[in-house]
């Protein structure tokens, strides 16, 4: 009995022992943790807005960036996402009603459009100080397109410089079907496809298109002189950067009666007209649809859109201005922070774990690294939108990509060639009153005819009458001028 006793008091004295480092562990969590709660609670927090749907997930995120942001750099962030259909309506109305925000996403049009409002703040001060490390990780040529007026008013993202146009096609159906996605090139081409899916397949949705309209005109070789609701294109293989009309092109002709014929048929979805690029039904089955990427988007498509894709390229290798900014981070030129905002434009260009963080979630919670170090994703509380948010080129890779991906996309970005406009910010001050009549006369019939859903044989001229009278060919003529004498001087 006696050894029996002196083995229970050792093990109660073992327990003792136990009992008071866990307490003093404890204790000692319990201040760490009240040390931070008041660290957070006296550091900065700017308050950031980007575009995507607000996931389950996104409060966890949003708790582990800010330790690791506080730990780092001090500061801390509130992190909100707007939904695909209401984000640029809260953009509108941060600006409009004075809003309280540091730090937001933008793309081509209310990039440039609140630069030149002085909207956004002016970031140039920086490139040399706080943000030069993120001045030497982005290429030069998304400089190049981000300048307005000489100035710096946003960090573009860092991905692949050129945006082709892609055919997303359901994989499903292309390896039911036995389709050679590469025959098909063109918009005129898809008939026999989407015949095929029409009558085999009646859950799916042949072709789908939205009142965006994703650039259809990179299809045919043009691009956007200035907004996609003024239609004054050139070519992009044209040096001499003639600046047309395209709704008087061929090509438009032709595309148009191709949609609407599709239309008639049912091809199209009934809706297309007042559907967002980015809107989605729960349970929506898609054969084809259109959209913007790099090289080997086939991994990204199918994350984005949530069911396996087969990738077809259909327009040029061109980096314009419209494709170095589709995706900038900006500032509030209202910020009472500017500092603290050029920091987290920096640490998300430059800070791997940050730039992982926003993507990806919490490691080890939203996703793990496998023994290739690529992304498994554990489930679907979190998914970052990628071009909105900072350099590619420091991401992991995620399972199933080409572990090589972001040297291809290094390549592919040296092989790009430049728009012969490339950084061409048009002076539109004296012609406000056209471009707001071109715009509105756009808006009535654009959505309409180029989804399909109207006859262009009707419609078409129609477009083009009012367009005259609304002043596009004296803006055509103003456009030609500047880019002649103000641009093409310098540049080629």
């Known amino acids: 009995m006696g050894r029996y006793r002196r083995i229970s008091a050792i093990l109660s004295v073992a327990l003792a022992v136990l009992l008071t480092a866990e307490c003093a562990r404890v204790e000692e969590q319990e201040e760490y943790a009240a040390e931070d709660t008041e660290d957070r609670e006296e550091a900065i927090r700017l308050v950031y807005y980007t575009i995507g749907e607000p996931d389950a997930g996104l409060k966890q995120v949003e708790e582990a960036l800010n330790t690791l942001l506080l730990q780092r750099y001090g500061f801390t962030v509130s992190y909100n996402k707007t939904g695909w259909n209401d984000y640029e309506a809260k953009l509108d109305s941060l600006f409009s009603t004075d809003g309280n925000f540091d730090i937001a996403f933008a793309w081509t049009e209310n990039y440039l459009e609140n630069a030149l409002a002085g909207n956004w703040l002016d970031l140039t001060p920086y490139m040399e100080g706080i943000c030069a490390d993120t001045w030497a990780a982005v290429n030069g040529k998304f400089w190049k397109g981000a300048t307005v007026n000489g100035r710096i008013y946003g960090i573009p993202t860092n991905k692949e410089l050129a945006v082709l146009m892609y055919l997303l096609y359901d994989r499903e159906l292309v390896e039911k079907y036995?389709?050679?996605?590469?025959?098909?090139?063109?918009?005129?081409?898809?008939?026999?496809?989407?015949?095929?899916?029409?009558?085999?397949?009646?859950?799916?949705?042949?072709?789908?298109?939205?009142?965006?309209?994703?650039?259809?005109?990179?299809?045919?070789?043009?691009?956007?002189?200035?907004?996609?609701?003024?239609?004054?294109?050139?070519?992009?293989?044209?040096?001499?950067?003639?600046?047309?009309?395209?709704?008087?092109?061929?090509?438009?002709?032709?595309?148009?009666?191709?949609?609407?014929?599709?239309?008639?048929?049912?091809?199209?979805?009934?809706?297309?007209?007042?559907?967002?690029?980015?809107?989605?039904?729960?349970?929506?089955?898609?054969?084809?649809?259109?959209?913007?990427?790099?090289?080997?988007?086939?991994?990204?498509?199918?994350?984005?859109?949530?069911?396996?894709?087969?990738?077809?390229?259909?327009?040029?290798?061109?980096?314009?201005?419209?494709?170095?900014?589709?995706?900038?981070?900006?500032?509030?030129?209202?910020?009472?922070?500017?500092?603290?905002?050029?920091?987290?434009?920096?640490?998300?260009?430059?800070d791997p774990d940050v730039r992982n963080l926003l993507n990806y979630g919490v490691e080890g919670l939203h996703y793990r690294l496998n023994e290739d170090g690529q992304v498994t994703y554990l489930n679907d509380d979190y998914r970052g939108v990628a071009y909105t948010q900072g350099n590619w080129f420091i991401l992991n890779t995620v399972a199933g990509e080409n572990p090589d991906k972001w040297e291809l996309y290094r390549e592919f970005n040296d092989i790009a060639i430049e728009s012969p406009i490339l950084g061409f910010i048009p002076d539109l001050s004296g012609f406000s009153e056209e471009c707001s009549n071109i715009s509105q006369v756009c808006r009535k019939y654009e959505n309409a005819l180029m989804t399909g859903t109207v006859d262009p044989e009707e419609f078409l001229p129609r477009m083009r009458d009012e367009l005259e009278q609304a002043g596009i060919g004296s803006l055509q003529k103003e456009l030609q001028r500047q880019i002649n004498v103000n641009f093409l001087k310098f540049y080629t």
């Open 178 to 350: 036995d389709i050679d996605v590469t025959r098909y090139l063109t918009m005129e081409s898809l008939e026999p496809l989407l015949r095929t899916v029409s009558r085999g397949e009646p859950d799916y949705i042949p072709l789908f298109l939205s009142n965006s309209h994703v650039n259809l005109a990179s299809m045919g070789g043009y691009e956007y002189v200035t907004y996609t609701d003024i239609p004054l294109v050139i070519r992009t293989d044209d040096t001499s950067a003639e600046v047309v009309n395209l709704f008087e092109t061929e090509y438009c002709e032709q595309l148009l009666d191709t949609l609407h014929k599709y239309y008639s048929a049912g091809y199209i979805n009934e809706d297309a007209s007042m559907r967002t690029a980015f809107s989605r039904f729960q349970g929506e089955k898609v054969f084809l649809r259109l959209a913007g990427g790099g090289p080997e988007s086939d991994v990204s498509f199918s994350s984005t859109f949530g069911y396996p894709i087969v990738t077809q390229q259909v327009s040029d290798l061109v980096v314009t201005s419209e494709s170095a900014l589709g995706g900038i981070m900006a500032v509030n030129a209202r910020t009472e922070h500017p500092e603290e905002c050029a920091v987290f434009l920096n640490a998300v260009n430059t």
